[in-house]
């Protein structure tokens, strides 16, 4: 009886991830020659010289990007020029406004508002042509590029009122928009982008929280260090039903931190004991949220088996 052979699909994962990690390095070192490459030429590059090395590389580097996605065989290299497209059009949408004076760059939110929302719209017009992560991945990013300037340039403007919390408030909706689309990401299975979601969700919403409630700062809000506290407890009990480590672990780093901006406070009512006291009372606590981590972690791997 003859060996069946080993067929492409079975030995091709590990191959297509490493191809993927080195075609995105590769990506990312064309963007970082075609910036550099310009900066110091600068002065010695004239205007139309300056658009075509930028914006038209950028142009460049989508077209060949969909060129080659149209042959699934090589969609792994087509990442990459869409990798370059993402980094280089940007840039190449600023130099071109530089350079044709087409916008104060004094505006700067207003520039970045605009330049994120036409990123926006060319990726987002690629995912619903071509539905693939990469285009979700530029979605999300952009997207929320484009939202923090227009919320920044509403609100630092000199015709509205500005708010000294408006970037934390940012933070919070953004980490709240990143977990429910990775649960409608996880649910849907089409698209590997739920974990790196949470992963920059939970902390962008508990970051927030902290600077909201003042921690490690004796006149911090009150009502928001108990939102903290609560957000904290949260990460812990839907650790498990979303079956995410990293609100797990998170949840660890940030109720260690608030547990320790917590005691500081009582330091003083010690007296010379006060500090060798926290200390100790630290290392007990951090040999608890170790196990506590240590036992959810199980619970999520088991879940996680495939049945």
């Not at 070192?29 to 010695?44: D, E, P, Y």
């Not at 017009?125 to 071509?130: A, G």
């Not at 849907?188 to 920059?200: C, M, S, V």
């Not at 006291?277 to 606590?285: P, Y």
Request: hydrophobic share 55%; glycine share 6%.
């Amino acid at each position: 009886m003859t060996k069946k052979p080993r067929s492409y699909t079975e030995s091709s994962p590990p191959i297509i991830t490493l191809l993927e990690i080195i075609n995105f390095l590769g990506g990312a070192l064309v963007f970082l020659g075609i910036a550099f490459l310009v900066s110091i030429n600068w002065f010695s590059l004239n205007s139309f010289l300056k658009i075509a090395l930028t914006l038209g590389s950028g142009i460049a580097a989508y077209l060949m990007g969909i060129l080659i996605y149209l042959n699934k065989k090589y969609e792994t290299l087509g990442t990459a020029f869409f990798l370059i497209a993402a980094l280089t059009l940007p840039l190449g949408l600023y130099v071109s406004i530089d350079t044709l004076n087409l916008m104060n760059l004094n505006d700067f939110d207003k520039i970045n508002a605009l330049i994120t929302a036409i990123c926006l719209c060319i990726f987002l017009f690629s995912h619903l042509l071509y539905p693939r992560t990469i285009f979700l991945l530029f979605i999300i990013l952009f997207a929320s590029g484009f939202f923090i300037s227009l919320i920044n340039y509403l609100t630092l403007h000199p015709l509205y009122l500005f708010y000294n919390h408006v970037f934390d408030y940012q933070l919070l909706f953004l980490g709240c928009c990143y977990i429910l689309l990775g649960r409608y990401l996880d649910r849907d299975k089409k698209f590997p982008l739920t974990e790196p979601l949470y992963f920059f969700g939970l902390p962008f919403i508990l970051s927030a929280s902290y600077s909201l409630a003042g921690i490690f700062n004796p006149i911090g809000s009150s009502f928001w260090k108990v939102i903290t506290a609560l957000l904290i407890i949260a990460s812990f009990f839907l650790a498990v039903p979303l079956k995410s480590k990293s609100f797990l672990y998170w949840g660890g780093i940030f109720l260690v931190v608030y547990l320790t901006d917590l005691s500081s406070q009582f330091v003083h009512l010690f007296g010379p004991y006060g500090w060798p006291l926290l200390l100790i009372f630290l290392g007990f606590l951090f040999m608890f949220t170790g196990y506590w981590v240590r036992h959810i972690h199980k619970k999520i791997t088991r879940l996680k088996k495939p049945s």
